[in-house]
């Protein structure tokens, strides 16, 4: 196993851009941003392929709407030169709207029907490839999955494609479940960090934090949040994971949760990163909007308050 890193003060930067994105400078502009606003010490990339629906059994890695290496390179550079780690991380989405927890086949094979070596050959194929550009970029880690709830019982091909995946990136990895899923992964004695999302209630944070720490303890490794976060709605401290809740406005309620969450984090050592969701990189909006922005990012919220001071409490 890979050495592991230190405390990761991430945030996800650019989710799902297309390719060619960083032609347009506006994205420099939002990384230095997310840094002045958030005191992040970590840039989280996440490179989307895609694939029909649920049951399709390939993905495409090269087209318009997946960044590229030279996409993956420029956003690395500059994130060295603002002194950021680097995460790497392998995505899939459905473009039938589909969420990726819902990829699932047959156990046992059927004529004519989709299969699971069918799909891990394909998804092997995106994974390894952005498991190249962590490598030429010197990534300070690489997750290799997000949320992939339905293939999560598949422990020899996941144990195989983390083997692969050392093949091609020297440093080391980590796969992200679900929230609720820490305890279901079986194979987390395959990679080096236990990483899951954090999107969990406000009034249920004690006893999913003590759940995640005997996982941790229990196979001995690292653990952090590659993603967590919380809408700016009313109500949606209490249902973090929903982005298509239906509350008003709220940016007071998305402070709370982040006052809430990194309380917790802070009274919690063996967690060792956090994921911020998400930042956009070509479509950031005036920091004065941020008040009516009802979404994920932090900027021009209180919430992003909160995080600068989590930043200088983790220098502490």
Known sequence: MKQTVD??????FGFCEKRGFTQNPAWKTSLEEMVRTTGCN???LP??????????????????????????????GHARSLGLKVILKAMVNCRDGYWRAYIRFFDTPVPCEPKWEDWFRSWGRHVCLVADMAEENKADLYCIGCEMVGTDHRADEWRAL?????????????YNCDKYQEDNVAWWDA????????????????????????????FGKPFL????????????????NNWAFGGETSPAAQERWYRAFTDTLLRCPFVRGTGWWDWPASRLYPEKDGMTNSGYCTYGKPAGDVLLRFADALKK
């Open 191 to 218: 990679v080096d960090m236990i990483s899951s999302s954090g999107y969990y209630p406000i009034d249920r944070l004690d006893e999913n934090f003590e759940r995640i720490r005997a996982v941790a303890e229990r």
């Open 42 to 44: 970590a840039v989280i």
């Open 162 to 174: 983390a083997e692969e995946v050392r093949k091609h990136y020297s440093g080391p990895i980590t």
């Open 7 to 12: 405390y990761l003060n991430a945030y996800t």
């Open 47 to 76: 490179v989307c392929a895609w694939q029909d629906h649920a049951y399709s059994t390939e993905m495409d890695s090269d087209t318009p709407d997946v960044m590229s290496a030279e996409d993956v390179r420029a956003v690395c």
């Open 225 to 240: 949040f590659m993603e967590c976060g919380c809408p700016a709605r009313e109500g949606s401290e209490f249902i973090p």
